[in-house]
C-alpha cells in the first residue's frame, strides 16, 4: 500500500514538473516574441523620423540670422518673405488640418486651381516648404441684447506656409479660392523655443508662457502675437517631432 502511494505521489508530482515546464516554455516563448516585436516596432519609428528629417532637410526653410541662443531658447532676425495664408475657425487641431488643406489646395494646383492652370502646359506648382505656422487670431466680442447675455464662437486661426523664395508677389500664381491669400512680409526678429511633445492648446500655451518668460529675462517687447509652427508630418511620433513657439519682438 505505501508503495502505491509513493508511486501516485512521484507520479503526481513528474506530471506537475511536466505542466509547470510546458508553461514555462510557453511564456519564454511568448517573452522572445514580445522582446522581438519592440525592436520591430522601435526600427519602424526610428524609419519613419529618419524619413521624415531627410524630407525636412530637403525642404526650404525661411532664412534668419541668429543673434542669441540659450538652451531651447533663440532669438532670430529672419529674412523678408512672402507666406499664403487663410483663416479659419476651429479648435488648434481642426484648424490645423483644414488651413493645411486648403493652402496645400493652392501650392499643389489641386481642386479649383488646376482650372486655372488648364490653358498652361505645366501647371505652376509650388515647392512645399516647412514650418506650417498657426497664429490664434484675437476674438473681436460682438455687443448682444439683453446684457446678461454672452456670445460665444469658435476659436480663430491663421495658418500660412512661407512660398520658396524664387517667388515674388507678382510670379506667384493666383489662387482659385479667395479664402487662400498672398502677402509679404518684412523683415522681423522673433524670440522663439524648441519643444517636442503633443500639439495641443495646453502644450502650446505652457510653451508660450515660458517663452515670455525668458523675453522677460532678456528684456524683450513682444511686437505681435504668438505664433505656433510645425516642422515635421503627422507620421512622426509626437515625442520626436520638431516644433516651436514664435513670437516677434520689437
Same mark, same amino acid.
Given at each position: ?8 505521489? /512521484? ?27 519592440? *525592436? ?48 479659419? /475657425? ?47 487670431? *484675437? ?67 505652457? /510653451? ?18 504668438? /505664433? ?23
Amino acid at each position: 500500500m505505501g508503495i502505491l502511494v509513493n508511486h501516485k505521489i /512521484q507520479k503526481t508530482t513528474i506530471e506537475y514538473f511536466m505542466v509547470n515546464s510546458l508553461n514555462t516554455v510557453s511564456n519564454a516563448r511568448r517573452c522572445v516574441a514580445r522582446m522581438l516585436a519592440i *525592436p520591430a516596432v522601435f526600427l519602424a519609428a526610428m524609419l519613419t523620423v529618419v524619413s521624415a528629417q531627410a524630407q525636412l532637410f530637403s525642404l526650404e526653410q525661411p532664412k534668419f540670422q541668429l543673434l542669441d541662443k540659450e538652451a531651447d531658447f533663440e532669438l532670430r532676425r529672419y529674412s523678408p518673405m512672402i507666406v499664403a495664408e487663410v483663416t479659419v /475657425q476651429g479648435d488648434l487641431t481642426k484648424a490645423g488640418k483644414e488651413g493645411s488643406r486648403l493652402v496645400k489646395q493652392y501650392i499643389f494646383r489641386e481642386g479649383a486651381n488646376a482650372s486655372l492652370d488648364q490653358e498652361k502646359q505645366a501647371p505652376d506648382k509650388i515647392s512645399m516648404t516647412v514650418p506650417v505656422t498657426l497664429e490664434k487670431v *484675437p476674438e473681436k466680442i460682438s455687443m448682444t441684447l439683453p446684457v446678461t447675455m454672452e456670445a460665444q464662437s469658435p476659436s480663430t486661426y491663421r495658418l500660412h506656409f512661407v512660398m520658396p523664395s524664387s517667388y515674388t508677389l507678382d510670379t506667384l500664381p493666383k489662387s482659385a479660392d479667395p479664402r487662400v491669400t498672398t502677402r509679404a512680409i518684412p523683415e522681423q526678429k522673433f524670440a522663439s523655443v524648441r519643444f517636442s511633445k503633443f500639439s495641443t492648446e495646453a502644450n502650446v500655451a505652457e /510653451q508660450t508662457v515660458m517663452l515670455r518668460s525668458w523675453m522677460d529675462k532678456k528684456g524683450l517687447v513682444p511686437n505681435g502675437l504668438p /505664433q505656433f509652427a510645425r516642422y515635421d508630418p503627422p507620421s512622426v511620433p509626437p515625442l520626436l517631432r520638431r516644433s516651436e513657439i514664435l513670437i516677434p519682438v520689437q
